[in-house]
């Protein structure tokens, strides 16, 4: 239970705080540092799942996986092609008064403190910085709760 509240809690924490994050809304296959970064944050999320695994907490991270991404699933798979249907799709200002969660998100993201005091440096190369100091403090969190929250 609580790993659903938490994995689900814990999309709307991550998706906020990716806006101080290298995140162009495109890919830039053309640009070499994107493409690197790209390489480089797959192969951590990798790493990862690999060491979750060895640890033997593989179902722990999934069900908390889970239902954090269920947000995105609903939002951009379901809400999103529905909307779609027989409306001229590509008008980006059409979507924004629609998808539901992350409209939610956006207001938090750009309202709310700590978040609304955040640079948006999701076209900053800097951003990767940020990125890997948030990978590495979530990584040293989840190795001291693990004990107490393991499943
Ligand atoms: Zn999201």
Known sequence: MF?????????????????????????LKEDRFWVSWAIISNGITIIFVVWVILIGQFWFFFWGGFFSILVDIYDWGILRPIQNKGKNSNDESYWKQGYFFHKLIDKI????????????????????IVELAIIVIFWILVIILLPFVSI
Not at 7 to 18: E, P, Q, Y
Not at 112 to 120: A, D, E, G, H, Y
């Open 109 to 128: 993201r750009e309202e709310v403190p700590p978040f609304s005091w955040l640079p948006n440096w999701n076209y900053e190369r800097k951003g990767v």
């Open 3 to 27: 790993t659903i509240i938490f994995g689900f809690l814990s999309h709307f924490i991550v998706d906020s705080f990716a806006k101080v994050t290298y995140h162009t809304p495109e890919p």
